[in-house]
């Protein structure tokens, strides 16, 4: 299940004057203009609330959420294993084949969550026995883990080991002022 946790429609720029010294209205001397700043700003919602928040001038580079695992274990003879990733559960055996060795079925995997196409928003990539994926979302919770259904842990060293995928960007930063 994936809840949506912050939104934001986009930022917007405003032209604010500050001081640097206080100043006095009813003083009728010579009153030096006034300095002006742009600053980029944006509504953000979180869990349905609406609050302003400062985010970077540029519309920042979306990344999505990502983790890794490992194939610790290529005897799947004892039983399946399953991964959940989101909604979707891929078995071992029925969604993707083992392989001679470790990284042989680590690039099985990827393939099979890579195959998953837009409708779900999954990539995945493998490097020897480690897969590591990436949801097009950038901060939804994701489940993010594996079952064993024998006596062999199949998939090891999840990263992060919370069961979620790991945080996307972008984050909401600071003020920024030009």
Same mark, same amino acid.
Request: hydrophobic residues 40%; negative net charge; proline residues 6%.
């Given at each position: 299940?994936?809840? $949506? $946790?912050?939104?934001? &429609? ?17 003083? $009728? %001397?010579?009153? &030096?203009? !006034? &300095?002006? =700043? ?11 609330? =609406? ?16 983790? =890794? ?44 969550? !890579? ?16 897969? !590591? ?33 790991? %945080? ?9 002022? !030009?």
């Amino acid at each position: 299940m994936t809840v $949506k $946790k912050v939104t934001s &429609p986009g930022n917007f720029r405003m032209l604010v004057g500050s001081r640097p010294y206080c100043s006095d209205p009813t003083w $009728k %001397g010579h009153t &030096p203009p !006034t &300095p002006r =700043s742009t600053v980029s700003l944006a509504a953000v919602s979180v869990a349905g609330t =609406s609050r302003n928040a400062a985010v970077a001038a540029n519309a920042p580079v979306s990344v999505g959420q990502s983790g =890794s695992f490992s194939v610790a274990d290529n005897d799947f003879s004892t039983g399946p294993s399953e991964i959940h990733l989101g909604n979707v559960r891929l078995l071992s055996v029925v969604d993707f084949a083992i392989g001679a060795l470790a990284a042989d079925t680590a690039h099985n995997i990827a393939e099979a969550i !890579t195959n998953l196409g837009a409708a779900y928003g999954y990539s995945a990539t493998h490097l020897l026995d480690v897969v !590591t994926v990436v949801a097009s979302s950038t901060m939804d919770e994701i489940e993010f883990r594996a079952l064993h259904y024998g006596t062999h842990a199949n998939f090891g060293s999840f990263t992060p080991s919370n069961n979620l995928l790991g %945080g996307g960007s972008p984050s909401i930063g600071p003020l920024v002022l !030009t």
